[in-house]
């Protein structure tokens, strides 16, 4: 099976930076994906990491390592609409790693 | 990047009924789509991947006769909550790949349809 840690909240000032952590457990491994869910709203892909390292898109990175099954987002200059929840996901081996198995979820909470 | 829509948004009714909600890719084709499901404050469930001119595939612990999955066409997938009780009451999200190009890894989300059983 697959399962994935991150913690379930995290509180930050607007302009700070902030970091999301996420294990992860699966039997087979396809990349890690990061993903942001507004209240309400649909999820809408941040980032991918296929290989160890950092990867970068404007404010955001995702960091990987294989070895330790172990990943975290990060977020800089946080705006206040950051605000939202972040989840890590793996990809599915039983559904050609195109479904995915999402962590519990982060919620972010931005304050002024 | 691609867009996947559903429809309805939001939909209440009564227990006992049935409602089916629409999930459409609008500019790609998509063999493969996604049905998950969300409680609020959690995380997203895969309930089941529907294929499009086969039978949809089931998550464990997915009842297939009450959750009826129709992929009739590569930009059409339908879920119909069959005989619906306030326990499915959910936020149901469907996703899909476009599989190829910059968006190789990326999963479109549909806005997700808000289903209130009274």
């Known amino acids: 099976g697959q399962s994935l840690e991150q913690p379930s909240e995290v509180t930050a000032v607007e302009g700070a930076i902030v970091q999301i952590n996420c294990t992860y457990q699966?039997?087979?491994?396809?990349?890690l994906s990061w993903y942001q869910q507004h209240d309400g709203g649909a999820p809408t892909f941040l980032s991918y990491?296929?290989?160890?390292g950092l990867e970068e898109t404007g404010r955001f990175s995702s960091f990987l390592s294989r070895s330790d099954s172990y990943g975290y987002l990060l977020l800089q200059e946080l705006q206040m609409k950051d605000s939202a929840s972040y989840f890590c996901?793996?990809?599915?081996?039983?559904?050609?790693?195109?479904?995915?198995?999402f962590g519990s979820g982060t919620r972010l909470q931005v304050q002024p | 990047g691609a867009v996947v829509s559903q429809h309805p948004s939001w939909v209440i009714c009564k227990s006992g009924t049935s409602v089916k909600i629409e999930c459409r890719s609008l500019?790609?084709?998509?063999?493969?789509m996604f049905w998950y499901r969300q409680f609020p404050k959690q995380s997203l469930m895969l309930m089941a991947t529907?294929?499009?001119?086969?039978?949809?595939?089931?998550e464990q612990g997915v009842e297939k006769d009450k959750f009826l999955i129709n992929h009739a066409s590569l930009t059409l997938s339908t879920l119909t909550v069959t005989s619906a009780h306030p326990e499915d009451s959910s936020f149901y999200i469907c996703?899909?790949?476009?599989?190829?190009?910059?968006?190789?890894?990326?999963?479109?989300f549909g806005p997700g349809t808000r289903l209130t059983v009274l």
């Open positions: 996703s899909a790949r476009v599989g190829r190009g910059r968006s190789y890894n990326e999963q479109f």
């Open positions: 699966t039997s087979g491994f396809y990349g």
């Open positions: 990491n296929a290989l160890d």
């Open positions: 996901a793996v990809g599915r081996r039983d559904t050609g790693r195109r479904a995915l198995t």
């Open positions: 500019d790609f084709q998509a063999t493969t």
């Open positions: 529907s294929n499009e001119g086969s039978k949809a595939t089931y």
